[in-house]
């Protein structure tokens, strides 16, 4: 997420771009849904007002946290970019990674979920997870007022010079070329998970099912954007990618590990993992692909986008499978 955007109001010495005013107005929206989510329901008023409390201090905490965490990964990836470490938490403006915002929100609602109690930890995060998708979404329209998150392919033909196909992008020496619009796929994509979310609230899933879509997602858009971060020790897959490839992957593993304790290891864990297992490889060769067939973008990221889609089914399944079989451990105790 860039903050360097088009200034919006200015008056004298005060300056402030559309980047700050979308970023604001999603995260007050995103609260506001999270607060309605988490709120609702049949409990006594106090137990009402101090979950109200408890998510005032989650706001807070987001804020710094996720400001934090976004700022810092970006400096590890583009310290080129900042005159010193220090500098680069001198301004709100700037550039944020969307994995260390991501973070920041997560452990701030972790925080805040311990506090509220074991009996509400599962509405809290579920409410916190459907308000981060909302913010996520929201502020992916940032972008439309700076030169970030555009994709590697350049848009010639007219027909296709608009949303949501392309976006125009300034470049340092003045001229200018329509870039694939990959923070307007993001937007719509996201938008459909924050959706997917809130329904997976109210059947009473797991958070960790939200976050699990919103990671595969991020594989797939970072993998198409041209200013994508990356480690400093590889140029290759991006921060982002490993970032959702590590949280799938470790995801997985506990809720098998998870699930074979409780009624042991069956055949179907090795149909989940070999599944998620064949996802992973398909999105690793796909990014190897793409990055060496330029040509071949549409066809490219449609196959790594079903391959994500696997990773995504098999975590949940197994997730799934795992929370049956605890239940029915529970029953038998």
């Known amino acids: ?67 934090f965490f976004g700022r810092l990964i970006h400096w590890y990836s583009h310290y080129e970019s900042y005159e010193s470490f220090s500098s680069a938490f001198v301004s709100v403006e700037g550039r944020y990674h969307e994995s260390g915002m991501m973070l ?12 509220s109690g074991k009996d509400s930890t599962k509405k809290m995060m579920g409410a916190c997870a459907s308000g981060q998708m909302l913010f996520m979404t929201l502020v992916s329209l940032v972008s439309m007022f700076s030169d970030s998150d555009r994709g590697k392919a350049v848009i010639t033909d007219p027909a296709y010079q608009g949303l949501p196909f392309s976006y125009i992008t300034y470049l340092s020496d003045g001229s200018s070329q329509y870039r694939t619009a990959v ?48 480690l400093r020790s590889n140029g290759f897959v991006s ?63 449609l196959i790594m986008a079903v391959a994500c889609m696997a990773m995504v089914l098999s975590v949940i399944a197994v997730h799934r499978r795992s929370n049956k079989t605890s239940l029915k451990g529970e029953k038998d105790k």
Request: proline share 1%.
């Open 183 to 230: 923070f307007f796929w993001k937007f719509m994509l996201l938008g459909i998970i924050t959706v997917i979310s809130v329904v997976l609230y109210l059947k009473g899933r797991s958070a960790l099912e939200t976050y699990v879509c919103y990671f595969a997602a991020m594989a797939l858009l970072d993998s198409a954007r041209y200013d994508a971060s990356f």
């Open 239 to 301: 921060l982002m990618q490993i970032v959702s490839g590590v949280f799938l992957l470790i995801t997985l593993i506990v809720f098998v590990i998870r699930s074979a304790r409780a009624r042991g290891f069956h055949a179907y864990h090795v149909l989940f993992i070999l599944a998620f297992l064949s996802g992973l490889s398909l999105t690793g060769y796909m990014e190897y692909y793409v990055q060496r067939h330029g040509n071949l973008y549409p066809y490219c990221y």
């Open 104 to 115: 920041g929100f997560i452990i701030s609602a972790v925080l805040c979920t311990l506090i």
């Open 1 to 67: 997420m860039n903050l360097e955007t088009v200034t919006a109001i200015y008056s004298g010495d005060l300056r402030i771009g559309y980047g700050i005013i979308i970023a604001a107005m999603a995260f007050i929206s995103s609260w506001f849904m999270t607060c309605s989510l988490a709120c609702a329901g049949k409990e006594e008023r106090p137990v009402r007002a101090k979950r109200f409390a408890l998510l005032l201090i989650y706001g807070a905490f987001s804020v710094i946290l996720a400001g």
